[in-house]
């Protein structure tokens, strides 16, 4: 069973809108814990896959995908991002300044 932070986390993460992203800290200070980015890891780490969250929209705070403990989930989160129309530069990073769904968006 979720705890309240974590149906919080997945509670905003079911917001995230298509072809958007948000980072850990993002969520975590939205949901007024702004050190608790790492718990919000946690949280999406634990989350059941019938949930059917859009997941692949949260990333780490320089824009990157965040390493998975199963081989090819970094590649299969980034498919699904430029599947949305999510660009990555060179070095693997989501231009936040362009992608990145703001507390003025919600």
Not at 78 to 86: D, K, M, T
Request: proline share 5%; with cysteine; glycine share 6%.
């Amino acid at each position: 069973m979720a705890s309240e932070f974590q149906e919080q986390v997945y509670a905003v993460v079911a917001e995230i809108p298509c072809g958007k992203v948000v980072t850990y800290g993002q969520i975590a200070a939205w949901l007024n814990r702004p050190r608790a980015a790492r718990q919000v890891g946690y949280a999406m780490a634990a989350c059941p896959r019938e949930r059917q969250l859009p997941w692949h929209r949260v990333l780490n705070a320089r824009g990157e995908v965040s390493r998975r403990a199963n081989p090819g989930d970094e590649e299969y989160q980034r498919l699904l991002l430029e599947a949305e129309g999510v660009v990555f530069d060179a070095n693997g990073r989501v231009s936040l300044a362009r992608y990145q769904w703001t507390a003025d968006d919600r």
